[in-house]
């Protein structure tokens, strides 16, 4: 379905410039002289850049469908990961690179929604917050508050996070999965 200028909405994924991309941003601007237009942020959902483009009247572009599968992550295969889809059990791999953040914060058997374009899969959604095993920290410091500084602590997945001076090593730790920041104890 072509849609134009007008019809841009957070969210919406759009086909532009021979890719995928999610609209950010945007915002209608009516200068005093000249044709109106609209200034957007888009995020390439195949290579993970995001850019600022500008449409005028008359550009024209296809609504991209994308679709949503619950899948079961299974373990690490060469460059990539194999998930199952939770429905019909169906396997697929899924190149790292296609990965990219989401690797800092997945565990064997954690749900994720993989998205697609078709057959082509663009990434994984993790849930919001994740329970992880902290590997690796300084002592912590007794009657130390989470008002602190904070201290880096190397998690079961091998991503760094900034925790309280009062987490141990053997910790389980709540970690939000979009900005990577401590949640709280679990």
């Known amino acids: 379905m072509a849609i134009g200028m007008n019809d841009l909405k957070t969210g919406l ?79 697929i791999n899924v190149p790292d690179s296609h990965l990219q953040e989401a690797l800092k914060y997945m565990l064997e058997g954690m749900e994720v929604k993989i998205t697609m374009y078709g057959s082509e899969v663009l990434g994984a959604d993790l849930p919001v917050s994740v329970t992880l095993k902290v590997e690796e920290t300084q002592p912590g410091i007794k009657g130390a508050t989470a008002t602190g500084s904070g201290k880096p602590a190397v998690v079961e997945t091998g991503a760094t996070i900034t925790v309280p001076d009062f987490v141990n090593e053997g910790d389980m730790i709540i970690v939000n999965t979009e900005d990577g920041s401590y949640k709280g104890r679990a």
Do not use: C
Not at 20 to 49: C, D, M
Not at 63 to 72: D, F, V, Y
């Open 13 to 91: 994924t759009i086909e532009y410039s021979n890719s995928i991309w999610r609209v950010l941003e945007f915002q209608h601007v009516k200068p005093g002289k000249g044709a109106a237009f609209v200034r957007s942020k888009l995020k390439n959902l195949r290579t993970g850049a995001v850019n600022e483009v500008t449409f005028r009247p008359g550009d024209k572009f296809e609504q991209a469908e994308i679709t949503t599968r619950p899948m079961s992550y299974l373990y690490a295969e060469n460059d990539g990961r194999v998930f199952m889809d939770t429905e019909t059990f169906e396997q």
